[in-house]
C-alpha cells in the first residue's frame, strides 16, 4: 500500500512538473484547442495560465491578443460576460484595430466585441521609427488609431513634463494623422532632447480616461550647412593688364605729324610760308605724342582679360550668395532627426 | 551757310536712321569751323584773305569702302582788296587698302565769289592718306597728300594744276560714339603760265559721330 502511494505520489509529481515546464505559448495553443473541443472549462483556465506567465515566460503581443480574444469567447460561453467584456477591452488596449475573424468566431462574440469595443476610448499610436526633417516642408507624421470616436488631445512635452507645444485637439475615429513641423508653439525650432508626444483619451464627461506617451528624442544636426565656395585659384585669373612698351611709336607719330604741319607750306605751296594758325595743331600734335608716350610706359589694360576675370569672379559671388540663402533657409528650417521609441500606457482606468 | 552745311549733314543723317544703330556704324558726320588764309600771288601783284568758315562732312562706309562728301563756306576778309566768299564742296570715292592706308579720288569744286565775278575751279582729285594711332582706340594722327589729276577754271589762262595736303588729329572719346578733329590743311591752285597762284590754308575744328 505504502508502495502503491509513492508511485502515485510520484507519477503526480512528474506531472506537476511537466505542467509547470509548460510554456505560456503551449497553455494557450492547449486551452485553444480545449475552446474548440467545447471544454470551456479547462479552455478558460489554460488560458488564463498563459495570460498570467511573467518574466521570460511571457506572451507576445500578439499571443496576448489572441489569449485574450479566446478567453472573452470562452468566458462568454460560460455565461460571464462580463468576464468577456474584460478580456476583450484589455485587448483593445493593446491593439485598438483588432477585429475578430468572422469565420472564427460566432455572431454573438463578434457582437460583444463590437459592444466593449464601442465602449472602449483608447488610441494606437504609430510612427515611423526615424524621421528627418531637413527641408521647409518635412514633417513628422504620427498616425493615431482610436478603437471609437472620442475626443483626444496630442500634445508634446519635455521630458520634464513641460508643454513644448500642442498638435492637435479634437475628434478621432478611425484614423488620424498628426504632424509636427519639428518647431515649438513659438515656431522656433525644437532643440536636441528628449521629448514626449502624450496622446489622451477623454471620456464623454472630458476626464482624461486614458493616456498614451511615445517617447522621442530629437537630435539636431548642428554644422551640416553647407561650405562656402572656395573663390577661384589665383591660376585661372588672366593677367589683366600687359606691360608697357617704350611709347617711342606714340612719340615719333606725333611729332612726324606736327613736323609735317610744319613743312607742308613748303612742300605743297611753293612761296608761302604758312600761316601762324598751324601751331596751334603742332602743339597738339606734340602733346598728343607727349601724352601717348606717357600712357603706353604703363601697364596697358586688357579689356577681355578684364571681363573675363569679371565674369569668375561673378559666377563665384552667385555661389556664395546661393550657398548664404540655402544656409539661412536650413537654419530657420531646423534638420532635426527625431527617433521614435515604444508607446507606452501613462495612465490607464 | 549754315543751312546748306545743316542740309549736308540731314541728307547723310536720312539713311543713318533707316540703318538704326547699324548704320550709326557705317555712317560718320562731323561739322565744324575752320580759320581759313587765302593767299593769291600774281606777277602784278597779289592778295591776301582771312576769316571763318563752317564745315560739314558725311561719310558712308561699305565694307573697305566709303563715299565722302563735305561742303564748307566762309566769307573772306582782305587784308587788301575786296572781300569775296569761298563756297568749297567735294565728294569723293574712298578705299582702305590696309588698315592704315586710304586712297579717295573724286571731283572738287571751288569758288570765290565777289560782286559781279565768281570763280570756278574744278579739279579730280587723288588723296593718299596714312592714319597712326598715338594711343590706341583714343588719339590718332594722319597725314594727307594730295593732287590734282586735271583742272579746269574759268580764268584765264587757265588751271595749270593744283596740290595739296593736311595733317591733324582726332581724339575719340572712351567707349563713344564722339569724335573731335583738329586738322591743318593747305592747297595751292595755279593758273598756266604761272600767271597766279592761289593758296589756301585752313585749321579746322570739328565733332563728328560715328563712324570707324
Known amino acids: ?349 | 551757310m549754315i543751312g546748306r552745311i545743316a542740309a549736308v549733314v540731314l541728307a547723310c543723317t536720312l539713311p543713318a536712321g533707316a540703318l538704326g544703330a547699324q548704320g550709326l556704324r557705317n555712317l560718320s558726320l562731323d561739322a565744324g569751323v575752320s580759320r581759313m588764309r587765302f593767299h593769291s600771288a600774281a606777277s602784278g601783284g597779289g592778295e591776301a584773305l582771312s576769316g571763318i568758315a563752317a564745315l560739314g562732312r558725311a561719310r558712308f562706309f561699305v565694307g573697305q569702302f566709303s563715299i565722302e562728301t563735305s561742303y564748307s563756306e566762309g566769307r573772306l576778309v582782305p587784308d587788301t582788296g575786296a572781300a569775296r566768299y569761298l563756297v568749297d564742296g567735294s565728294v569723293f570715292l574712298a578705299g582702305r587698302p590696309v588698315s592704315w592706308l586710304a586712297l579717295r579720288a573724286g571731283p572738287h569744286l571751288r569758288a570765290y565769289v565777289t560782286p559781279g565775278v565768281t570763280e570756278r575751279w574744278v579739279m579730280w582729285e587723288a588723296h593718299a592718306r596714312v592714319d597712326r594711332p598715338i594711343i590706341a582706340g583714343m588719339l590718332d594722327a594722319h597725314v594727307e597728300a594730295w593732287l590734282a589729276l586735271s583742272s579746269t577754271v574759268n580764268v584765264d589762262p587757265g588751271a595749270l594744276g593744283a596740290r595739296g595736303g593736311q595733317a591733324g588729329l582726332i581724339l575719340r572719346l572712351w567707349q563713344s560714339p564722339l569724335w573731335a578733329r583738329l586738322t591743318y590743311v593747305v592747297d595751292q591752285a595755279k593758273l598756266k603760265s604761272n600767271a597766279r597762284t592761289e593758296t589756301v590754308e585752313s585749321v579746322l575744328f570739328a565733332i563728328g559721330l560715328g563712324g570707324r
Open chain 1, 1 to 349: 500500500m505504502k508502495r502503491t502511494a509513492a508511485v502515485l505520489a510520484l507519477v503526480v509529481g512528474i506531472l506537476a512538473q511537466a505542467a509547470r515546464a509548460q510554456t505560456p505559448a503551449e497553455r494557450l495553443a492547449r486551452g485553444i484547442r480545449a475552446y474548440q473541443d467545447l471544454d470551456y472549462d479547462s479552455a478558460a483556465a489554460a488560458i488564463r495560465g498563459a495570460l498570467a506567465g511573467s518574466g521570460r515566460t511571457t506572451l507576445s503581443d500578439s499571443g496576448r491578443v489572441r489569449g485574450l480574444l479566446y478567453l472573452g469567447a470562452t468566458e462568454l460561453f460560460r455565461d460571464h460576460r462580463d468576464s468577456a467584456s474584460a478580456a476583450f477591452r484589455r485587448l483593445l488596449l493593446i491593439d485598438p484595430r483588432y477585429r475578430p475573424d468572422q469565420l472564427v468566431f460566432p455572431p454573438e462574440v463578434s457582437s460583444l466585441f463590437q459592444d466593449v469595443r464601442l465602449a472602449t476610448r483608447a488610441v494606437a499610436v504609430s510612427v515611423q521609427p526615424v524621421t528627418q526633417i531637413t527641408a521647409a516642408g518635412d514633417r513628422l507624421v504620427v498616425w493615431l488609431y482610436a478603437t471609437s470616436y472620442h475626443p483626444i488631445d496630442v500634445t508634446l512635452q519635455r521630458a520634464n513634463g513641460a508643454l513644448v507645444r500642442t498638435l492637435y485637439q479634437g475628434g478621432a475615429g478611425d484614423s488620424l494623422p498628426v504632424l509636427w513641423d519639428g518647431r515649438t508653439a513659438i515656431g522656433s525650432p525644437a532643440d536636441s532632447g528628449h521629448y514626449l508626444l502624450r496622446v489622451d483619451s477623454r471620456g464623454s464627461d472630458g476626464q482624461v480616461v486614458r493616456s498614451v506617451g511615445l517617447p522621442l528624442e530629437v537630435a539636431t544636426l548642428r554644422g551640416d550647412s553647407l561650405p562656402w565656395p572656395p573663390p577661384p585659384g589665383a591660376t585661372l585669373f588672366k593677367p589683366e593688364h600687359a606691360a608697357g612698351g617704350s611709347g617711342v611709336s606714340a612719340l615719333v607719330t606725333g611729332l612726324v605729324a606736327a613736323a609735317t604741319v610744319v613743312a607742308l607750306p613748303s612742300l605743297v605751296a611753293r612761296g608761302s610760308s604758312g600761316s601762324g594758325d598751324r601751331f596751334a595743331v603742332v602743339g597738339a600734335l606734340g602733346v598728343a605724342g607727349i601724352l601717348g608716350f606717357q600712357s603706353l610706359r604703363r601697364p596697358q589694360p586688357i579689356p577681355e582679360n578684364i571681363a573675363a576675370n569679371l565674369a569668375l569672379r561673378l559666377t563665384w559671388q552667385r555661389q556664395v550668395d546661393s550657398v548664404r540663402t540655402e544656409n539661412a533657409s536650413r537654419r530657420r528650417t531646423g534638420r532635426l532627426v527625431i527617433r521614435a521609441e515604444a508607446v507606452r500606457v501613462l495612465e490607464a482606468p
